[in-house]
Nanobody, 126 residues
Framework: QLQLVESGGGLVQPGGSLRLSCAAS????????IGWFRQAPGKEREGVSC????????YYADSVKGRFTISRDNAKNSAYLQMNSLKPEDTAVYYC???????????????????WGQGTQVTVSS
């Protein structure tokens, strides 16, 4: 059974950091593009960062460029999102998602990804 589980969310002060993890089970991430998405109350789910299945190419939303870093460790069947210099507007539920192949990963659109985790809450507040 294909499953993704996020962890690492929490409450952090503005300017702080968090590292989200996404652990896969029931399949190997090697051949999957991976994306991190977020959804704030009353807003649509948006792509934060995505990484290709092949050469590690990445996409970042303008709002997080220079602050967030996506990575993957196929040996651990996991992906990560390092979030630095967090802002209150980063507050949302964060989801990881995967799609086999994922040639269009760079579009980082939720509709392109078929497998989703349950989400982890990130709250940035003083």
């Amino acid at each position: 059974q294909l499953q993704l589980v996020e962890s690492g969310g929490g409450l952090v002060q503005p300017g702080g950091s968090l590292r989200l993890s996404c652990a896969a089970s029931g399949f190997t991430l090697d051949y999957y593009a991976i994306g991190w998405f977020r959804q704030a109350p009353g807003k649509e789910r948006e792509g934060v960062s995505c990484i290709s299945s092949s050469d590690g190419s990445t996409y970042y939303a303008d709002s997080v460029k220079g602050r967030f870093t996506i990575s993957r460790d196929n040996a651990k069947n996991s992906a990560y999102l390092q979030m630095n210099s967090l802002k209150p507007e980063d507050t949302a539920v964060y989801y990881c998602a995967a799609i086999k192949g994922g040639s269009y990963y760079y579009l980082c659109l939720p509709t392109l990804f078929g497998s989703w985790g349950q989400g982890t809450q990130v709250t940035v507040s003083s």
